[in-house]
């Protein structure tokens, strides 16, 4: 009897690096991982989910509303996921993360699922050093978020400094258990 792959929850929102988020998802399903992403309607303004769909080979939930089960996805998820990594992370959802507010497939899934979550952001330096993000990250680590980045240097939106996601061999290398 084989033993089953723990299931991963790979969380993709709406910034630059969702690009970057496909190499990770191939590196975790090289790891053999069961993954599954979960995209926010602004990530699919970056990337399509069939990118997601093929590198993972699981379908991609985009919607609270689709229901493949009887169960909604994102309990059915939380149930079942070892672990949870968010990259890129928004400072949108970020801030969402630490308040618990669920108003999508992704954030309800965050709000739900209780496991470990490693979270890689990615924004404009000045989002990422305004004291609103401050209290929301602050938030996250009390409650053993585990952060990886982001790094300083070149930004898409602006000028260079920290708000560049980590590279997605050090997300992978930032997991729990790895
Ligand atoms: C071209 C472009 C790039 C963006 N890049 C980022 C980014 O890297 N990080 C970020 O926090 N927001 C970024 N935003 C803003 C987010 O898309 C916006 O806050 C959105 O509400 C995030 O939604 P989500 O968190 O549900 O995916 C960008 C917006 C645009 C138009």
Redesign the pocket.
């Known amino acids: 009897m084989t033993t089953p792959s723990p299931v991963v929850v790979l969380g993709v929102?709406?910034?630059?690096?969702a690009c970057k988020a496909a190499e990770l998802c191939s590196l975790l399903a090289k790891k053999e991982f069961e993954v599954h992403v979960i995209m926010?309607?602004?990530?699919l303004r970056f990337v399509g989910e069939l990118t997601f769909r093929t590198l993972s080979r699981n379908p991609v939930v985009t919607s609270l509303w689709e229901r493949p089960q009887w169960q909604p996805e994102h309990v059915a998820l939380a149930s079942r996921a070892s672990l949870f990594v968010v990259a890129?992370a928004?400072?949108?959802?970020i801030a969402k993360m630490a308040c618990g507010i669920a108003d999508?497939a992704l954030s309800t899934f965050a709000a739900t699922y209780s496991g470990p979550t490693v979270v890689a952001p990615?924004?404009?330096p000045a989002?990422w050093a305004h004291p609103a993000c401050r209290r929301n990250v602050a938030e996250l680590v009390s409650r053993g978020v585990i952060f990886c980045g982001p790094e300083t240097g070149h930004v898409a939106?602006g000028p260079d400094g920290t708000g560049r996601m980590a590279e997605p061999e050090k997300i992978l290398s930032s997991l729990p258990g790895l």
């Open positions: 929102t709406g910034g630059i690096a926010t309607g602004n990530a890129p928004t400072a949108n959802f999508d990615a924004m404009n989002m939106c």
